[in-house]
């Protein structure tokens, strides 16, 4: 006989499953492990209150997302990347970057235009974001496009506009690099390296931007797998350097609807197994600007740690990416929509801090019900 979960109720807890108020003397619920039905000396009991902060806060909180240990057979699904996995001695890795962390307690947003264009475009979406919450300024200098035609981005000047937007606003700078000849430049001028998605698997780019020791934000190929991911993360943290941030931008399917396909069940993955913090980019996964709002909360919902979102002053003039970008009111009224989601965050965040305390005096299978 498997052993089962014992939980001591207290004398009074909603039952939504029954419709009623479950009213009497403190009891035992116990749970066989082969099974999900949680039975009482009175029967069978709803555990939604398990999921409050108490019977009377009337306030749900998130599923706590990520476990102690990682499942055996994780551990043998990625042998090949066993230093980004979940261990005993390393749950999570916190990245600093000036003066804040990423991975730890605050969700960290990343907001700014596809590419930087102008001096005066850069500087107004810069103190716009801040204003609104946002820790990190995203632009940028050199631009992978899909068409040799398409706008490139201004290279150093760029670079430079960037690194004034940061004197003036305050804002830490995340922007892509897009060779390793091109390293030690934007690391110069960045505070965070971004690889973007058509450079995941371009070891040589990843070994120098690793060797830089900038922090590096890893975005997943548009046709990677988790595994693939987690490879490239690897490398980087062979090459010395600790500090990697996995960002989930959705992937290329069949689906035409969207730009890409939002693989969320990719980032509840990645917080489950992985140490490093995981970010979302729901501007490139959704395509739409008027997707974009909802798949942040979801992020939020999954466990992300931050988003990386694009805005700009006037997206329908933008020189690149202007549908998925949200214009100010549009970031404002994300960022307002984000609030119940993150005080679910911190709730759960606080009470996964709490040491656990056994129950007292637990009965035996025999002695319940």
């Given at each position: 006989?498997?052993?089962s979960?014992?939980?001591r109720l207290?004398?009074?807890?909603?039952?939504?499953?029954?419709?009623?108020?479950?009213?009497?003397?403190?009891q035992?619920?116990?749970?066989?492990?082969?099974?999900?039905?949680?039975?009482?000396?009175?029967?069978?009991?709803?555990?939604?209150?398990?999921?409050?902060?108490?019977?009377?806060?009337?306030?749900?909180?998130?599923?706590?997302?990520?476990?102690?240990?990682v499942?055996?057979?994780?551990?043998?699904?990625?042998?090949?990347?066993?230093?980004?996995?979940?261990?005993?001695?390393?749950?999570?890795?916190?990245?600093?970057?000036?003066?804040?962390?990423?991975?730890?307690?605050?969700?960290?947003?990343?907001?700014g235009?596809?590419?930087?264009?102008?001096?005066?475009?850069?500087?107004?979406?810069?103190?716009?974001?801040?204003?609104?919450?946002?820790?990190?300024?995203?632009?940028?200098?050199?631009?992978?496009?899909?068409?040799?035609?398409?706008?490139?981005?201004?290279?150093?000047?760029?670079?430079?506009?960037?690194?004034?937007?940061?004197?003036?606003?305050?804002?830490?700078?995340?922007?892509?690099v897009?060779?390793?000849?091109?390293?030690?430049?934007?690391?110069e001028?960045?505070?965070?390296?971004?690889?973007?998605t058509?450079?995941?698997?371009?070891?040589?780019?990843?070994?120098?931007?690793?060797r830089?020791?900038?922090?590096?934000?890893?975005?997943?190929?548009?046709?990677?797998?988790?595994?693939?991911?987690?490879?490239?993360?690897?490398?980087?943290?062979?090459?010395?350097?600790?500090?990697?941030?996995?960002?989930?931008?959705?992937i290329?399917?069949?689906?035409?609807?969207?730009?890409?396909?939002?693989?969320?069940?990719?980032?509840?993955?990645?917080?489950?197994?992985?140490?490093?913090?995981?970010?979302?980019?729901?501007?490139?996964?959704?395509?739409?600007?008027?997707?974009?709002?909802?798949?942040?909360?979801?992020?939020?919902?999954?466990?992300?740690?931050?988003?990386?979102?694009?805005?700009?002053?006037?997206?329908?003039?933008?020189?690149?990416?202007?549908?998925?970008?949200?214009?100010?009111?549009?970031?404002?009224?994300?960022?307002?929509?984000?609030?119940?989601?993150?005080?679910?965050?911190?709730?759960?965040?606080?009470?996964?801090?709490?040491?656990?305390?056994?129950?007292?005096?637990?009965?035996?299978?025999?002695?319940?019900?």
């Amino acid at each position: 006989m498997r052993p089962s979960a014992i939980v001591r109720l207290p004398s009074q807890l909603p039952d939504i499953r029954l419709g009623r108020n479950f009213n009497g003397p403190s009891q035992m619920l116990t749970r066989s492990t082969k099974s999900e039905d949680w039975r009482g000396e009175s029967g069978l009991i709803s555990t939604f209150w398990l999921r409050r902060k108490g019977c009377g806060s009337g306030s749900l909180i998130l599923p706590q997302n990520g476990a102690q240990t990682v499942r055996q057979d994780w551990h043998e699904r990625f042998a090949e990347t066993p230093d980004v996995l979940k261990s005993e001695l390393l749950q999570q890795t916190v990245v600093p970057v000036l003066d804040l962390e990423i991975g730890g307690g605050e969700f960290i947003t990343m907001a700014g235009p596809c590419s930087v264009e102008t001096e005066f475009q850069l500087m107004a979406t810069a103190n716009h974001v801040r204003r609104a919450g946002a820790r990190i300024l995203r632009g940028g200098a050199f631009k992978p496009r899909s068409s040799p035609y398409a706008f490139q981005g201004h290279g150093l000047e760029g670079l430079k506009m960037l690194a004034r937007a940061r004197q003036e606003s305050g804002l830490a700078i995340v922007t892509e690099v897009m060779s390793e000849g091109d390293v030690p430049m934007v690391a110069e001028y960045a505070d965070i390296l971004q690889i973007g998605t058509r450079n995941m698997e371009n070891y040589a780019l990843l070994e120098a931007a690793a060797r830089s020791g900038r922090p590096i934000l890893l975005k997943r190929g548009m046709v990677a797998t988790i595994a693939d991911l987690l490879r490239s993360a690897q490398l980087i943290l062979n090459n010395g350097n600790p500090n990697v941030i996995l960002c989930e931008r959705g992937i290329r399917t069949f689906e035409t609807a969207t730009r890409n396909t939002f693989d969320i069940a990719a980032i509840a993955l990645l917080k489950q197994i992985s140490h490093l913090p995981v970010i979302a980019d729901p501007s490139h996964a959704a395509g739409h600007r008027d997707l974009v709002p909802v798949l942040a909360r979801v992020a939020v919902a999954a466990g992300a740690d931050g988003l990386l979102v694009e805005v700009h002053p006037n997206p329908d003039k933008a020189w690149s990416d202007g549908e998925q970008s949200l214009d100010f009111a549009g970031f404002d009224d994300m960022m307002a929509d984000l609030d119940p989601w993150l005080a679910l965050r911190e709730r759960s965040l606080a009470l996964r801090a709490l040491p656990l305390r056994p129950a007292l005096e637990p009965r035996s299978m025999e002695a319940v019900g």
